[in-house]
């Protein structure tokens, strides 16, 4: 008797990790991306936790990062905290993926075709709160282009995408890209939230 409750145990538990019944895994909304900057601005930068996003792409102010999916095109979005609701932002646009692989960042690829459009944005001192009504043109102004570089994702499903990137990034105002920053050793692992 007691070896049958044991079994029943084992069975409803190993259903209940299979998530929806679907060989799909439940969702975990943590998120994670970090990477090293060096150039005009030297630093590092991490965002560990849950990222909750509002109409589709504007980031809470908390510390997280998350992925955003609109049909085949998937992004990544990552805010770290500062204070209230200011903090550093950075977006991967990952373009139309449907596979693991080897992609190229190339800000020129967003002017030929939508789909391949690769590119990432890394912005000091957003202010979310004023990302809701209007874009903050002053933080903006001063965010880096992920330009030129590679991203490899790792893990596809659909519900994760985990990967690495690195590149060459330069800023929005600078017009004559005298000013690159390296980024490099760039990791994300992030959840993939139903549309």
Known sequence: MMRSKFVLLCCALTLAACGDGTGTPPL?????????????ITGSYEAIGELRVENGAVP??????????RDSLLAVVAFRQQSGTKG?????????????GSYSIDAL??????????????????DAAMLTTTPDTAAL??????????????????????GTFSGVAVRL???GLQNPVTISGGEFDVPIPPQ
């Open 28 to 40: 975990d909304p943590v998120g994670t991306v970090r990477f090293n900057y060096r150039g005009a």
């Open 60 to 69: 809470q102010p908390a510390t997280g990062a998350t992925a955003i999916r």
């Open 88 to 100: 550093d932002g950075f977006s991967l646009l990952l373009g139309a993926l449907t596979k693991t």
């Open 109 to 126: 690829g967003c002017q030929t075709a939508q789909g391949s459009c690769r590119v990432g944005v890394f912005a000091r001192g957003l």
């Open 141 to 162: 102004a001063n965010a880096y282009v992920l330009a030129l570089g590679s991203v490899n994702v790792t893990q596809l499903t659909k519900v994760r995408a985990r």
């Open 173 to 175: 105002s600078d017009q």
